[in-house]
Each structure stands twice: as structure tokens, then as C-alpha cells.
T-cell receptor
């Protein structure tokens, strides 16, 4: 079967760094996406990894290890507006996205 | 219009009624998707369309139908609503199918079936 695992909820402090992990087992692999979803809103694209390694984009970075079926999203200098759910999604052999349930990130002052 | 729009924003529906959720995009994207999002579960694909005139079944297609008469519109129909179809429905589009394309989402329709 196909499976994406993420922690359900994480809490961090404003100004700190947080790492959100994602492990996956899918039929085929065609890239891994991270999306951000604020409560009551639509998911919005954050990052895409298809090769192993770290992709940095401002305060957000995403890492991929295909051999381990593992990715993480790293958020630096946390701001209150980063309070949201973070969704991990993997492209399968048919290029359809398989989605994790999301990690709700709570930022405390 | 900029991006993807969905209508209605929310709806309360009696079980057994027929309902069409509307989705329109102005980005000239070839591929479009319908997902449902339920608490504690990931987004689940209901139906998709790789290009105008074609549709395909996703992970949870039962009880739903779609059509793609043109590039811009991708309506989702519930023929006879049941309470288990209570969910938030998101329409999405991507530039093309068959590749690792970023998907862009509409604002969602919140549906309650009683």
C-alpha cells in the first residue's frame, strides 16, 4: 500500500527553528512536495524535491533522502504567521499526489 | 478571475439531494483535480482530468461524477448525497498532467450532508 507519515501536531516558540518530518512508502516516486495550509484556507505550494539533498528557499528549507523514504521541512526564525498545517505529498508512479494527513504547527510567543 | 474559484463556499444539503460543486480556473491549465479533505486524513483524490474531454477516477470516486467540457470548468456532482460525503472539497489544477507539476488549489467548498 501507499503511506505517508507525519507527526500530527508540533509546538515551537517564535524565533526558534522547527523540523517537520515526513516518511513515505509509495508505488514509484516522482518528487515530494510540501504545502502550507492555514486553518480554513486552501493549501499553497512551498517546495519540491526530486533529488537527494537540501533545497533552501528563504526561511524554509526542504530535505530529501530517496533511499530512506524520508523528507523534512525546516522552518527558521519562526513567526506567528507560520502557525498552520504543513502537508507532505509524494508523486506516485502515475504522477498522482499521495498526501499525508498534515502536521499542525503551533507557534507560541 | 485570478486562479481558481469554487462555488458555493459552503452548503448544507439534505441526504438524497443532488448537488453540483463548481470549479473554474483561468490559468489555462490542462489538468484539474477534485479532492476531499477530512479531519485526520490526507487529501484524497476523487476524480481528475488530464485535459479537456477526458476524466479519470481517483482514490474515492464512488458517489461522485465529473465532466470536463472545456479547459476552464470542472464541475463535481453528487448524484444522491449521503452523510459520509460531509467534507471540505478542494478543486485544484496544474499546468499539465504526467509530470511532477505543482498543483494550485481553489478556496474550497464546505459541505454538510444531513
Amino acid at each position: 500500500g501507499q503511506n505517508i507519515d507525519q507527526p500530527t501536531e508540533m509546538t515551537a516558540t517564535e524565533g526558534a527553528i522547527v523540523q517537520i518530518n515526513c516518511t513515505y512508502q509509495t508505488s514509484g516516486f516522482n518528487g515530494l512536495f510540501w504545502y502550507q495550509q492555514h486553518a480554513g484556507e486552501a493549501p499553497t505550494f512551498l517546495s519540491y524535491n526530486v533529488l537527494d539533498g537540501l533545497e533552501e528557499k528563504g526561511r524554509f528549507s526542504s530535505f530529501l533522502s530517496r533511499s530512506k523514504g524520508y523528507s523534512y521541512l525546516l522552518l527558521k526564525e519562526l513567526q506567528m504567521k507560520d502557525s498552520a498545517s504543513y502537508l507532505c505529498a509524494v508523486g506516485d508512479s502515475n504522477y498522482q499526489l499521495i498526501w499525508g494527513a498534515g502536521t499542525k504547527l503551533i507557534i507560541k510567543p | 478571475i485570478a486562479g481558481i474559484t469554487q462555488a458555493p463556499t459552503s452548503q448544507i444539503l439534505a441526504a438524497g439531494r443532488r448537488m453540483t460543486l463548481r470549479c473554474t480556473q483561468d490559468m489555462r491549465h490542462n489538468a484539474m483535480y477534485w479532492y476531499r479533505q477530512d479531519l485526520g486524513l490526507g487529501l484524497r483524490l476523487i476524480h481528475y482530468s488530464n485535459t479537456a474531454g477526458t476524466t479519470g477516477k481517483g482514490e474515492v470516486p464512488d458517489g461522485y461524477s465529473v465532466s470536463r467540457a472545456n479547459t476552464d470548468d470542472f464541475p463535481l456532482t453528487l448524484a444522491s448525497a449521503v452523510p459520509s460525503q460531509t467534507s471540505v472539497y478542494f478543486c485544484a489544477s496544474s499546468r499539465k498532467a504526467g509530470g511532477p507539476e505543482t498543483q494550485y488549489f481553489g478556496p474550497g467548498t464546505r459541505l454538510l450532508v444531513l
